[in-house]
């Protein structure tokens, strides 16, 4: 059994959808007003009935005032590091450091070619992605902003680029990978990992857990260091909730079957991040009962066992 040693947080998701604009600030706002930690965007540029994910969240930031917001996770190979990283600074620093910043290699070929990026293989994409977040890291560093920067990458290069603005504070960068040697690379460089519960079921959590907490420990770092995220997606029941039949791996129950779940995920599993993706019903209820009726059960059960 491994138990999450660091403190529980919830997040919900809001697509990049043009058909819920007016419905995502709503819901933005709403979170910002109850125990949301964490509002997480996904980011496909390539899909037309998604907004571009950096413009989405800075539009729903300047609503809020508190909640955090999370790439979940940003695609690295149509998103070049360092105007990422320069992306990333600019909304930390214009939303008092609320930026969570989530990464990943880009999971479709056919839309990373179509938008003119580079489709790589599973090993490329690992050095990308190592690349891209030491990349991050040398353009956040504070300074003058005068002395030029150069890396040479197998995958990237920046050449005399000046660093700045500096973020406000540490930007957590969180990865969104499955690979073995992702995983290895998430235990030794980043400070979070986010994964959702269609593509990785709980029974295949502890073995990745494990080679996080392996290649933290190798690098000298304690596994405490990395939150553990997960993207929950169901469906909230109610006593007047119609009976729907959901795909296999998503959840589905009452508060207080969700309470029980997620409780148990972060006491046995290790996670202690978890994002909520309504399926079904109304988003507006449902997130409500995430929120109010979810959460705080959560928190009670865990309170109660210490």
């Given at each position: ?122 090993a490329e994409a690992v050095e990308a992605l190592e690349e891209a977040?030491?990349?991050?890291h040398l353009l956040w560093q504070p300074g003058d902003g005068k ?160």
């Amino acid at each position: 059994m491994r138990q999450a040693s660091n403190k529980v947080m919830f997040g919900i998701n809001i697509d990049p959808s043009p058909r819920i604009a007016e419905l995502a600030v709503e819901l933005a706002s709403y979170a910002d007003s109850m125990a949301i930690d964490l509002i997480g965007i996904q980011d496909h540029p390539g899909n037309p009935n998604f907004f571009d994910t950096w413009t989405f969240m800075t539009a729903l930031a300047v609503r809020t005032q508190r909640v955090r917001f999370l790439t979940n996770v940003a695609n690295i190979s149509l998103r070049p590091p360092a105007m990422l990283a320069k992306a990333a600074a600019t909304f930390d620093i214009l939303t008092g450091g609320r930026l969570e910043l989530g990464l990943g290699a880009g999971a479709s070929p056919e839309e990373i070619l179509a938008y003119g990026g580079e489709f790589r293989t599973p090993a490329e994409a690992v050095e990308a992605l190592e690349e891209a977040i030491e990349i991050a890291h040398l353009l956040w560093q504070p300074g003058d902003g005068k002395t030029p920067i150069t890396f040479e990458g197998k995958q990237f290069r920046i050449l005399g680029a000046r660093p700045g603005p500096a973020p406000s504070g540490k930007i957590r960068i969180w990865t969104g990978v499955r690979g073995r040697r992702m995983l290895a690379l998430t235990g030794r460089l980043a400070d979070g990992w986010v994964v959702s519960n269609t593509y990785v079921h709980p029974e295949d959590l502890p073995e990745m857990q494990a080679r996080i907490d392996r290649a933290a420990e190798d690098a000298g770092r304690s596994p405490s260091q990395i939150r553990r995220g997960y993207n929950v997606m169901g469906y909230i029941r109610t006593p007047s909730s119609p009976g729907l039949r959901l795909k296999p791996g998503l959840i589905s129950g009452t508060v207080e079957e969700w309470a029980d779940t997620l409780a148990g995920y972060y006491q046995e599993l290790g996670l202690d991040t978890f994002i909520y993706w309504p399926v079904a019903g109304s988003a507006q209820e449902q997130i409500r009962l995430f929120a109010e009726g979810v959460v705080p059960a959560v928190r009670r059960r865990l309170q109660a066992v210490g």
